[in-house]
T-cell receptor, first 114, second 115 residues
Framework: AQSVTQLGSHVSVSEGALVLLRCNYSSSVPPYLFWYVQYPNQGLQLLLKYTTGATLVKGINGFEAEFKKSETSFHLTKPSAHMSDAAEYFCAVSERSSASKIIFGSGTRLSIRP | NAGVTQTPKFQVLKTGQSMTLQCAQDMNHNSMYWYRQDPGMGLRLIYYSASEGTTDKGEVPNGYNVSRLNKREFSLRLESAAPSQTSVYFC??????????????FGPGTRLTVL
């Protein structure tokens, strides 16, 4: 069965600092991996996803994530945090053989200090 | 293009009352989904619909019913609300038949409180 673990329910960084949000997954078959972002009082929107091919995936707003099969990880990074990045971030995983069954992590709230 | 819309935005119910959450999408998507979001638990799938006329259970379907009224609309009904159903409910849609790689587009959510 697939699962996803996000390490740290709350991460706080200074404006301009590196953002690193951690995600580890469990899947019995090659996974599809996603990062979604949720701004206050809004629905989720896709930041980036890994389906196949290049393991370093670039998304919107300067975010990127790297699929590391050996570490079963898909950590989200951004070199320089901006105040507008404050939001909740969800990692999600689905199995290629399991249509529609996307499993979301519990979320990481990112705060940006001025 | 409004994307995915949900009504109402907020609702307070008493235990035992019923209500229907409405969802509509204008992107001509085939698949639609209902999730609930609870603190510290991420999103959990309640029901989904692969196409007009079909629905399937997700992870937490108990206490809910759904109707895929047409390609655009997918409603969620609580027949007898319970405090455990206090949550934020999100509707989502995706273009193709349920595909594990397809991007889902979310509505703004309905915040439901059951007293």
């Amino acid at each position: 069965a697939q699962s996803v673990t996000q390490l740290g329910s709350h991460v706080s960084v200074s404006e301009g600092a590196l953002v690193l949000l951690r995600c580890n997954y469990s899947s019995s078959v090659p996974p599809y991996l996603f990062w979604y972002v949720q701004y206050p009082n809004q629905g989720l929107q896709l930041l980036l996803k890994y389906t196949t091919g290049a393991t370093l995936v670039k998304g919107i707003n300067g975010f990127e994530a790297e699929f590391k099969k050996s570490e079963t990880s898909f950590h989200l990074t951004k070199p320089s945090a901006h105040m507008s990045d404050a939001a909740e971030y969800f990692c999600a995983v689905s199995e290629r053989s399991s249509a529609s069954k996307i499993i979301f992590g519990s979320g990481t709230r990112l705060s940006i200090r001025p | 293009n409004a994307g995915v819309t949900q009504t109402p935005k907020f609702q307070v119910l008493k235990t035992g009352q019923s209500m229907t959450l409405q969802c509509a999408q204008d992107m001509n998507h085939n698949s639609m989904y209902w999730y609930r979001q609870d603190p510290g638990m991420g999103l959990r799938l309640i029901y989904y619909s692969a196409s007009e006329g079909t629905t399937d259970k997700g992870e937490v379907p108990n206490g809910y019913n759904v109707s895929r009224l047409n390609k655009r609309e997918f409603s969620l009904r609580l027949e007898s609300a319970a405090p455990s159903q206090t949550s934020v409910y999100f509707c989502a849609s995706s273009a193709s038949l349920p595909s594990s790689w397809d991007t889902q587009y979310f509505g703004p959510g309905t915040r439901l409180t059951v007293l």
